[in-house]
């Protein structure tokens, strides 16, 4: 009888064995399934940001692409308003002729702005035809002249250096005076040579004269803040600039097709 227990007792033992066996199996089995789903889950998000990042450099030099593109496209916009407008800056009743423009698009790749003399780095050079004594300019600001080239790149002396004088013109009276930088910040200047009886409103507009044979003329680059009487014969007015050179990614070298000529005259 007693025999006969231990067999049953053994039965079930051996039962719960296979029984916890056949769950541990299919625990495994199951975890495996799991342990595949991490591994296949982290396999997708790895390559996922690889090509995520793949795709954002691509993205970044599509974009580069994109920028010179509408650069190209700003500059031939430029030349076309220039053409259409006759060559000519129009200020009420005056009228002065100026000769024809070609613009070159380029890029900054280097500056400085805090300086007591400023330059930029442009990235056109010989190969693009660019040569020293070259105007540099915005739809809204005289930025420099090339001082230098390199066959791929062109130093350009700043705007916002002391050496740089640009003949500008008052948009209310057409009176020309001298445009320099005041050393007081970005967006400072000043406008001086202004004869005494100039009547000079607050918020006028202030263009290229296009005497200087370096820039097109008609080009507005800042307006009168406020003006004060220099010697007891002339005035100066202080000048808001409209480009803030700081955020300057793309400007237009401009080529004067007629000024080898001019210079032959003079």
């Known amino acids: 009888m007693r025999r006969y227990g231990n067999i049953r007792k053994n039965a079930l033992t051996a039962l719960l064995f296979i029984v916890l066996e056949a769950a541990a ?7 495996g399934i799991m342990h595949r789903q991490w591994a296949m889950r982290s ?22 692409k994109t920028n010179d593109s509408l650069a190209a496209v700003c500059s031939g916009l430029l030349e076309e308003l220039y053409a259409q407008t006759g ?21 900054i790749v280097k500056g400085s702005f805090n300086r007591q003399q400023n330059y930029l ?8 035809g660019i040569e020293p004594n070259m105007g540099v300019i915005t739809d809204r ?53 202004v004869p005494l009886h100039t009547e000079i409103p607050e918020g006028d507009t202030i263009y290229t004269s296009g005497f200087s044979n370096l820039y097109p003329s008609g080009i507005p680059i800042g307006t009168v803040l406020q003006t004060e ?38």
Not at 121 to 128: E, F, M, N, Q, S
Not at 154 to 169: D, G, H, K, M, W
């Open 87 to 107: 060559g000519t800056y129009r200020a009420e009743a005056d009228t002065v002729s100026y000769p024809e423009f070609s613009l070159t698009p380029a890029k």
């Open 229 to 266: 009487i220099v010697d007891g014969a002339s005035l100066n007015a202080e000048i808001r600039l409209m480009q803030e050179f700081r955020s300057l990614d793309y400007v237009n070298i401009a080529r004067n097709t007629g000024k080898a000529e001019i210079d032959s005259l003079i």
């Open 121 to 128: 780095i442009l990235d056109k050079g010989r190969k693009a």
């Open 25 to 31: 199996l299919l625990m495994l089995a199951n975890n």
């Open 141 to 193: 600001a005289v930025v420099g002249v090339v001082q230098a080239v390199t066959e791929n790149y062109s130093y350009v002396l700043s705007f916002l250096s002391p050496e740089i004088n640009i003949s500008a013109r008052l948009g209310h009276s057409g009176v020309v005076g001298t445009l320099s930088w005041n050393g007081k910040g970005t967006r400072s200047a000043v406008l001086s040579q």
């Open 43 to 64: 396999i997708i998000e790895t390559r996922a940001a690889i090509f995520g990042t793949i795709e954002g450099i691509g993205d970044y030099f599509r974009l580069k």
